[in-house]
């Protein structure tokens, strides 16, 4: 009994905390899926939603003092057609993501991410901003409303441990 619960309030501890390996172990429990087929999930729906393969694509999220950066581009240098699709995909999430728009990684993650909805709330006070890269593109993303900023740094580390990309989650 008292390993029972020990077990449970480590597992209760562990959904809490955000920065936790099982923190989405609240929508894995609710769908009964492992983390195996919770990232094969994702990998899955971004390929049909971003227009390109996770397997030839790589994504970066960095934190910055005012706000962050999406960066994504193509595993193999000569790979033109996965980087005009990297290119157009980021493009039109810095528009949508202008106007309040969260539906596709809504749809990638298969929930809210988390901070969209203060991203959405304050979209006014937050500039989305798409540049090309040699291999790819990136958005920019600058805030100066404290708010807006916190949330903006939930939004890009739940794309960093939802991606697994293994970029830092502190500036």
Do not use: W
Not at 52 to 62: D, K, R, V
Not at 102 to 110: K, L, Q, R
Request: proline content about 5%; hydrophobic content about 35%; overall charge negative.
């Amino acid at each position: 009994m008292h390993v029972l619960i020990v077990t449970a309030t480590v597992l209760i501890a562990s959904c809490a905390n955000p920065q936790s390996p099982v923190a989405n172990c609240r929508m894995q429990d609710q769908y009964h899926i492992s983390p195996d087929q919770h990232s094969a999930g994702v990998d899955s729906r971004g390929d049909h939603a971003m227009g390109f393969s996770q397997e030839t694509a790589a994504h970066h999220f960095i934190l910055s003092p005012d706000g962050g950066t999406i960066k994504v581009s193509t595993k193999r240098e000569n790979d033109d057609a996965t980087r005009s699709e990297i290119r157009a995909h980021l493009s039109h999430i810095a528009a949508l993501f202008s106007s309040g728009d969260f539906d596709i990684p809504m749809f990638i993650h298969d929930r809210v991410p988390p901070g969209v909805p203060v991203m959405k709330a304050k979209h006014d006070a937050i500039t989305y901003t798409y540049a090309e890269t040699a291999c790819g593109g990136q958005v920019r993303i600058k805030t100066q409303d404290a708010d807006a900023l916190k949330a903006v740094h939930e939004f890009l580390v739940f794309q960093i441990q939802d991606h697994r990309t293994g970029d830092p989650v502190q500036q």
